[in-house]
């Protein structure tokens, strides 16, 4: 089984792009994307969803049930995303208005290694990679830079990396039930 990048995640990976962006970023890095993640908590995401995106109301209840699953892994960590957030940008270098990319900016190759830890994560379930999956890969990676602003903030990163794998325990769980309900037989 292959597996599938969810529309969350797809998601995160713009939010970060854009944060790579704004940080004069080449390419898009492990750190962007830990910036998109923190930055999606933040967002009025039903004024981001476009009225004309098909099927919307299906892609707007899954983007908000994975925010909401974010929410609450940062709460059970005692995580302030939007304060890591802005420290964290301010650590980061920043690139030159002359590296500044035109179209969509291409992941590093320690994003690729991220993105490919969570897919095998999420192909204990269903196969689908959710925010959470990436968050958890992220944080499993090393980063020296990440684990400097968390500890001055703070922030135990055990705690929240077990916050994460509880979290992806639930979303594999959740894909169980529906999988089980589907294959229900009514009479």
Known sequence: MNPRHSTSL???????????????????????????LCKMVDLDLTTLVSKETPD???????????????REVFRKAAFDAQHFRRRFRQVLTTG??????????????????????AERMALLGDGTVFPVHLL???????????????????????????????????????????TSKDKTRWN
């Open 136 to 178: 958890h890969a992220l944080l499993a990676a090393k980063d020296p830079a990440r684990d400097q602003v968390l500890k001055e903030l703070g922030t135990d990163k055990s705690r929240l990396l077990q916050a994460a794998r509880r979290g992806v325990i639930v979303a594999r769980d959740r894909a169980a039930a529906s």
């Open 96 to 117: 030159s208005s002359v590296m500044e990319a035109r179209g969509r900016l291409h992941r590093t190759d320690d994003a690729k290694d991220t993105f490919a830890d």
């Open 56 to 70: 919307r109301d299906a892609v707007l209840e899954e983007i908000l049930r994975e925010t909401r699953r974010l």
């Open 10 to 36: 797809i998601f995160v990976w713009r939010v970060a792009e854009l944060e790579a962006r704004h940080l004069k970023a080449p390419f898009l890095e492990p750190s962007h994307l830990l910036l998109g």
